[in-house]
Nanobody, 116 residues
């Protein structure tokens, strides 16, 4: 099983929506907080959103009110609903567990491109 598999990206016009999915292995998902990150060309990977094992959420200010993170603990899945997209949201999006240690594995991510 691939430890992390992100999907759902694509090309969308500004103002549009996309829903990203992340399938995580049990060892990664477990009872961990899960997060979405993104990396735009020429920039460092940055935090987007976080969800605890019991559903509490936290968002970067740049996406708060537009993005919604959720999880399905029975399926080891994490989702990111993205609305009101802007060109500034263009990036490769990654998911990962959030623990006290830095991640040792990153998936391939899913490309989101927002045209103006």
């Amino acid at each position: 099983q691939v430890p992390l598999l992100e999907s759902g990206g694509g090309l969308v016009q500004a103002g549009g929506s996309l829903r990203l999915s992340c399938a995580a292995s049990g060892s990664i998902f477990s009872n961990n907080d899960m997060g979405w990150y993104r990396q735009a060309p020429g920039k460092r990977r940055e935090f987007v959103a976080r969800i605890t094992s019991d559903g509490y959420t936290l968002y970067d200010s740049s996406v708060k009110g537009r993005f919604t993170i959720s999880r399905d603990n029975a399926k080891n899945m994490v989702y990111l609903q993205m609305n009101s997209l802007t060109p500034a949201d263009t990036a490769v999006y990654y998911c990962n567990a959030i623990t006290s240690l830095p991640p040792t594995y990153w998936g391939q991510g899913t490309q989101v491109t927002v045209s103006s």
